[in-house]
């Protein structure tokens, strides 16, 4: 299944049936007067979450919605069926935009959430409601009111508790497919991630959820390599693991490089919690290792983990950390106690 993150489309409400002239003939009533019956309502069209979806990828092939109309009104005062609303399906965690691309009218970021966002018209009036003292025989009724109608930008935003950024080839996709089930593409030159991959690590009767996504160069946040454009699927998650290849020349430099570029995109992301885990120790010796986390630490990282996808050194004792760094963001995020209790629960195995 290919993976699509943004998608432009076009939604219609429908358009209210219109009201109906008509008269009262029966043998033996000279003056049945109006019965003209409203027209029914047009559907709306209705943006819903769908926990099977995790990609945009429906809307390149169909990017025009439209729903029914309601239909006219009828004699002997039978009012018109209303038009059926239009659901559309779209995974959790999509933003739906204005078409400038910048207003959010709406976050979809729960299961079976949905929101009516375009109204159907109204049906019109038949002539029976227009039937006065003065005014026994009219022949007029109003029209349907129009549907809505507007270009909206869908936008994804993965939801995960970690997200995995880094250097091209620092290992985040290796990292992946070791800890989760995930199967992302995995080769020795730069930029296989082009699209963002999800993973779920279990570990000690809990299990997290973590996002890869594709590697970040300098000047990434004005358009090089493939720009920023994938960090918003990280700006959801509670904390970063920040993956460095260890057999570079310069650690300090690509840990820079990366800081560098999350700072510039903004969205809170270099304020979230950050572990940092020098990765491929399993090329390097105990020196090298020991030279390289003495030079992030004078960049004033904390602990550095040491780490090798291949042989799983270090895996397990970052994942534990991973564990508890999680819970301890939402417990400072949550305002609602009740809220506060049910996400910190451990999951079942």
């Known amino acids: 299944m290919k993976f699509l993150d943004q998608a432009k489309v076009f939604v219609k409400s429908g358009k209210g049936g219109n009201g109906c002239v008509a008269f009262r003939r029966e043998k033996y009533i000279e003056y049945g007067g109006p019965n003209g019956g409203d027209g029914g309502r047009g559907g709306d069209v209705i943006f819903y979450t769908d926990p099977n979806l995790n990609t945009l990828i429906d809307f390149r092939y169909r990017q025009h919605f439209k729903a029914p109309v309601g239909q006219d009104g009828q004699g002997k005062d039978r009012a018109g069926k209303g038009g059926e609303d239009l659901r559309i399906a779209v995974p959790i965690g999509t933003e739906i935009l204005a078409e400038d691309r910048e207003t959010v009218l709406v976050d979809l970021t729960e299961a079976d959430q949905e929101i009516a966002l375009l109204e159907g018209g109204n049906g019109g009036w038949g002539n029976t409601r227009f039937k006065s003292s003065t005014n026994q025989a009219p022949r007029n009724a109003n029209p349907g ?146 030279e390289k986390k003495a030079a992030l630490k004078s960049e004033g990282v904390e602990h550095v983990f040491e780490l090798s996808g291949i042989s799983g050194h270090g895996r397990t004792e970052l994942l534990r950390a991973l564990f508890e760094t999680v819970p301890a963001k939402r417990s400072t995020t949550q305002q609602d106690s009740e809220a506060l209790e049910e996400e910190v629960v451990p999951w079942s195995p």
């Open 145 to 290: 009111h129009l549907g809505e109608e507007r270009w909206l930008w869908l936008r994804l935003k993965l939801i995960a508790d970690v997200g995995l950024v880094g250097l091209p080839n620092a290992g985040k996709s290796t990292f992946l497919s070791i800890v989760t089930s995930a199967r992302p593409k995995i080769a020795s030159y730069p930029f296989t991630t082009l699209h963002p991959n999800l993973g779920v690590a279990y570990l000690d009767g809990r299990e997290m959820v973590l996002a890869d996504i594709p590697g970040l160069i300098e000047g990434a946040h004005t358009g090089s390599g493939l720009g920023t454009r994938f960090l918003g699927h990280i700006e959801r998650c509670r904390a970063l693991l920040h993956l460095i290849d260890g057999t570079a020349d310069d650690v300090v430099s690509s840990y820079r490089t990366v800081c560098a570029e999350l700072a510039a995109y903004g969205a809170g992301l270099d304020d979230k919690p950050e572990l940092i885990a020098l990765n491929k120790c399993d090329a390097l010796n105990d020196d090298d290792i020991a």
